[in-house]
């Protein structure tokens, strides 16, 4: 073994046990260490976002227009939705009107694409609630691609009617749904 005095702030140091090469290989491992570990995170932090960027890209899987017919305690309707950018959207009910007409105006929409080609879309409207009566709400529909152009899944409708015996205090039908990508 070869002891080294070394002087540091007006004091000897003696290090033993160690060569230059020793130390200066170890110096060595330890960079390589550090820079492999910055590039792992560097690499990491690009794939989130990368996925990120997937998610809620112009690009989407989602954009573009879709048939979709929902089912909900006996009831079955149609709507167009069309996804564009950045979340937003709309949907054109076909048949959700008085006497089963369609509704003139579009309706609002959002929608976000989740992992594990996942979906939610959601918008407001009138819908005939059993024999007698139409209520306002919330279509929220969570469905998941069964391929690129067919989707299928949940769909809840939570009204703006107050109800004490809901979880949720609102009255709510949940049923299912299915949407076809429309090509033109």
């Known amino acids: 073994m070869i002891s080294r ?41 690009l794939f989130l976002a990368g996925v990120k960027a997937q998610t809620n890209a112009p690009g989407s899987k989602l954009n573009g227009r879709w048939r979709v017919t929902f089912r909900m305690d006996g009831l079955e309707k149609n709507l167009i939705f069309e996804a564009t950018g950045n979340g937003s ?16 105006q579009p309706v609002s929409a959002v929608w976000s694409q989740l992992p594990n080609e996942r979906i939610s879309f959601a918008g407001e409207a009138e819908l005939p609630i059993g024999t007698c009566c139409r209520e306002v709400g919330t279509m929220i529909f969570k469905g998941k691609f069964s391929s690129h152009n067919a989707i299928a899944g949940t ?12 979880a949720f205090k609102f009255r709510s039908e949940v049923g299912t749904f299915t949407a076809t990508r429309l090509l033109n």
């Open 5 to 45: 005095l070394i002087v540091f702030n007006n004091s000897l140091i003696e290090t033993c046990g160690r060569t230059e090469e020793k130390m200066s290989s170890e110096r060595r491992l330890r960079m390589k260490r550090r820079l492999s570990f910055l590039f792992i995170l560097i690499a990491l932090s």
């Open 155 to 166: 769909m809840i409708f939570v009204t703006n009617v107050d109800q004490e015996e809901s």
């Open 89 to 104: 959207g709309f949907f054109k009910l076909l048949d959700t009107g008085l006497d089963d007409k369609p509704v003139a």
